[in-house]
T-cell receptor
């Protein structure tokens, strides 16, 4: 069955600290991989995406993610967190060959301590 | 338009009433998706439309839910005989291609009282 797991429901980090949000997926073939962010009261915004090639992808707002095929993981990282990064983060997977739906993980809520 | 537009932004309805939620995707985006986000939950897929193909309705939770997309553009999600468990934020997204990711609207917050 296709699924996305985000093991951490909630994470709290201090401003300036590094961040890693975990994402694991189960999919029939290597999918497209995405990270979205949802700030309080806002819609979802695409942070970054992976399709093929270099397994380390850069996104907006200083985020990056690394695809590890052997671990079926696509973890999101940021070297230094800002207070404005406090939000809900969703990992998602989707097919490469059709417009079939993208499957979203349950989300990780990030709090940032000043 | 510049983005995906959803209306209304908020809807309060009485249990048992029907509601219609509207989504106006970005011009030229051939695929349109509806998701539901309940309080503190992730995104639950409801239905998607792609071009002239038959919609994928596999995520609709009951036959009270239906959706249509007219002229390959605007979509309407209809919930009949609303129940309290239908209370959620209903999100619409569109895309111009698989490798672009989705562009989401701001959602319609539905409250059934």
């Amino acid at each position: 069955a296709q699924s996305v797991t985000q093991p951490d429901i909630h994470i709290t980090v201090s401003e300036g600290a590094s961040l890693e949000l975990r994402c694991n997926y189960s999919y029939g073939a290597t999918p497209y991989l995405f990270w979205y962010v949802q700030s309080p009261g806002q819609g979802l915004q695409l942070l970054l995406k992976y399709f093929s090639g270099d397994t380390l992808v850069q996104g907006i707002k200083g985020f990056e993610a690394e695809f590890k095929r052997s671990q079926s993981s696509f973890n999101l990282r940021k070297p230094s967190v800002h207070w404005s990064d406090a939000a809900e983060y969703f990992c998602a997977v989707g097919p490469k060959t059709s417009y079939d739906k993208v499957i979203f993980g349950p989300g990780t809520s990030l709090s940032v301590i000043p | 338009g510049a983005g995906v537009s959803q209306s209304p932004s908020n809807k309060v309805t009485e249990k048992g009433k029907d509601v219609e939620l509207r989504c106006d995707p970005i011009s030229g985006h051939t695929a349109l998706y509806w998701y539901r986000q309940s309080l503190g939950q992730g995104l639950e897929f409801l239905i998607y439309f792609q071009g002239n193909s038959a919609p994928d309705k596999s995520g609709l939770p009951s036959d009270r839910f239906s959706a249509e997309r007219t002229g390959g553009s605007v979509s309407t999600l209809t919930i009949q005989r609303t129940q309290q468990e239908d209370s959620a934020v209903y999100l619409c997204a569109s895309t111009q291609g698989l490798n672009y990711g989705y562009t989401f609207g701001s959602g319609t917050r539905l409250t059934v009282v």
